[in-house]
């Protein structure tokens, strides 16, 4: 199996950026394709952004599409995501996550059985 840290989380004013990475280690990274979501209090964990095991194709929620950015680096065994133009309602804990190949990088959290500790976002007015 393959653990995961999230790191890159903090306090941003609204407009700003940050850059979330996720180390993995364990089993081999271009293995799983990889999706990063978010929690809010009180809301459901939902889709932010997928992508492939190469890194050749990606997927994001209509809430985030143009603002954020979903790539990888497999020789350092780290996906990234890169978040501009923050709004407060992106505040929330940021988790990735990794699927089998067989899964796909899907938008579904039941498709992702091993995840991060998650880190945390917010996002001031």
């Not at 780290?78 to 990794?98: F, G, H, I, R, W």
């Amino acid at each position: 199996q393959v653990q995961l840290v999230e790191s890159g989380g903090g306090l941003v004013q609204a407009g700003g950026s940050l850059r979330l990475s996720c180390a993995a280690s364990g089993r081999t990274f271009s293995r799983y394709h990889m999706g990063w979501f978010r929690q809010a209090p009180g809301k459901e964990r939902e889709f932010v952004a997928s992508i492939s095991w190469s890194g050749g194709n990606s997927d994001y929620a209509d809430s985030v599409k143009v603002r954020f950015t979903v790539s990888r680096d497999n020789a350092k065994n780290t996906v990234y995501l890169q978040m501009n133009s923050l709004k407060p309602e992106d505040t929330a804990v940021y988790y990735c996550a990794a699927a089998s190949l067989g899964y796909g990088w899907s938008p579904r959290v039941n498709n992702y059985p091993y995840w991060g500790q998650g880190t945390q976002v917010t996002v001031s007015s």
